[in-house]
């Protein structure tokens, strides 16, 4: 079957480094994708989105990249802070018989920043 | 502020108890999702509903029921509350006009013992 699914589960970074964490999706129907950051204790939080139709999209130290010839999203955090430590989901949309906004989400990332 | 409430942060429910899991958003939105959320498994999608009265089967619906009797209000039930169904419950809301963009509640840590 169709998923959206995280290369890696964890990924530890040096305070001030860049952050990449990655995911691959496999429905080719998905047209708008966005990316989660649940810290510990609470619901997912908004990041960014982006849709089929670009290549990247940038944010407040965050950057979206989409790859759909490859089915590959990643998310880039620019110059990582102890704040951002958090799991990461990424998110795709797919459209489930006449309505929109049905979000499959992948496994998640932890993401853990070293002072 | 946009606001999706879950009625619980923490539940403990006995096995076989009927349980009821409560969410209520205020952004008017028309669809509305319930998810549980477990250690290595990511968010699976239960049940979610895109108009009053209407409901569609998720990835994982076994052993749940919804109810959506206003367009504020989705309501996770567990019939009969056992143990594998301790986990974190997350309702989400989304107006299909605005980008699909979801809106988390705080979740409940449901425990069944």
């Known amino acids: 079957g169709e998923n959206v699914g995280l290369h890696l589960p964890t990924l530890s970074v040096q305070e001030g480094d860049n952050s990449i964490i990655n995911c691959a999706y496999s429905?080719?129907?998905?047209?708008?994708f966005i990316w989660y950051k649940q810290e510990s204790g609470k619901g997912p939080q908004f990041i960014i989105d982006?849709?089929?139709?670009?290549d990247k999209r940038q944010g407040q130290r965050v950057t979206v990249l989409l790859n759909k010839t490859v089915k590959h999203l990643s998310l880039q955090i620019a110059a990582t802070q102890p704040g951002d430590s958090a799991v990461y989901f990424c998110?795709?949309?797919?459209?489930?018989?006449?309505?929109?906004?049905?979000?499959?989400f992948g496994k998640g990332t932890k993401l853990s920043v070293k002072p | 502020d946009v606001k999706v409430t879950q009625s619980s942060r923490y539940l403990v429910k006995r096995t076989g108890e009927k349980v009821f899991l409560e969410c209520v958003q205020d952004?008017?939105?028309?669809?509305m999702f319930w998810y549980r959320q477990d250690p290595g498994l990511g968010l699976r999608l239960i049940y979610f509903?895109?108009?009053?009265?209407?409901?569609e089967k998720g990835d994982i619906p076994e052993g749940y029921s919804v109810s959506r009797e206003k367009k504020e209000r989705f309501s996770l039930i567990l019939e009969s509350a056992s143990t594998n169904q301790t986990s974190m419950y997350l309702c989400?809301?989304?107006?299909?006009?605005?980008?699909?963009?979801?809106?988390f509640g705080q979740g409940t840590r449901l425990t069944v013992v």
């Open positions: 998110a795709e949309n797919m459209h489930y018989g006449g309505s929109q906004g049905n979000l499959i």
């Open positions: 429905n080719s129907a998905s047209d708008y």
């Open positions: 982006i849709r089929s139709n670009m």
């Open positions: 952004m008017d939105h028309e669809n």
């Open positions: 509903s895109y108009d009053v009265k209407m409901k």
């Open positions: 989400a809301s989304i107006s299909p006009g605005q980008g699909t963009e979801a809106f």
